[in-house]
């Protein structure tokens, strides 16, 4: 069956850190990958997305970046923190044909 | 560009009886649209889908969705809401015809289900 894994669970930085958040899913090949922002526990904001290796698509241009340097590994990093990059962090999966996302459990960043 | 909208933060039931959360959207051709339930601090699950075919959708935990292409709507409903539907609720889309992997999701609404 399916996996999909992200850590850490919870993250504290401080501001000007750089940052590095791993997703990797199992029992699949060659997922659509997805990082999502929830702020303040409310609306999910897509922030990239990936349809293959190297392959990223970004929707807010912001402070943060994305790679999949692998078939089913998505890491969303940071050069330099912000307070407004403190958030909950979710990745995601989909088959090709996207008829549901699977979610993983979400990283709780606070960026101080 | 595909969006969608949710356009109640919360919604207050007492338990036993009927719930509705309410969704709308807009794409540029037929829509994929998806609910999909979050418990405090985790990740979000699925719960129905709507791809194509019978109007009414039904899903996980005795709820159902209808999709109204006339009202551009996908209204989340349950016949006699329990105390454990308590949880945030996300309404999603996808725009087959335009990228083939963004999936939106509107702002949320909070359930809330009075014993």
């Known amino acids: 069956s399916q996996t999909i894994h992200q850590w850490p669970a919870t993250l504290v930085q401080p501001v000007g850190s750089p940052l590095s958040l791993e997703c990797t899913v199992e029992?699949?090949?060659?997922?659509?990958l997805y990082w999502y922002r929830q702020a303040a526990g409310r609306g999910l904001q897509l922030l990239f997305y990936s349809v293959g290796i190297g392959q990223i698509s970004s929707e807010v241009p912001q402070n943060l970046s994305a790679s999949r340097p692998q078939d089913r590994q998505f890491i969303l990093s940071s050069k330099k923190l912000l307070l407004s990059d403190s958030g909950f962090y979710l990745c995601a999966w989909g088959g090709q044909t996207n008829e549901k996302l699977f979610f993983g459990s979400g990283t709780q960043l606070s960026v101080l | 560009a595909q969006s969608v909208a949710q356009p109640e933060d919360q919604v207050n039931v007492a338990e036993g009886n009927p719930l509705t959360v309410k969704c709308t959207y807009s794409v540029s051709g037929n829509p994929y649209l998806f609910w999909y339930v979050q418990y405090p601090n985790r990740g979000l699950q699925f719960l129905l889908k709507?791809?194509?075919?019978?109007?009414l959708v039904k899903g996980s935990y005795g709820f159902e969705a209808e999709f109204n292409k006339s009202q551009t709507s996908f209204h989340l409903k349950k016949p006699s809401a329990l105390v454990s539907d308590s949880a945030l609720y996300f309404c999603a889309v996808r725009d087959p015809y335009s990228s083939a992997s963004k999936i939106i999701f509107g702002s949320g609404t909070r359930l809330s289900i009075r014993p």
């Open positions: 709507y791809i194509t075919g019978d109007n």
């Open positions: 029992g699949t090949s060659n997922p659509n």
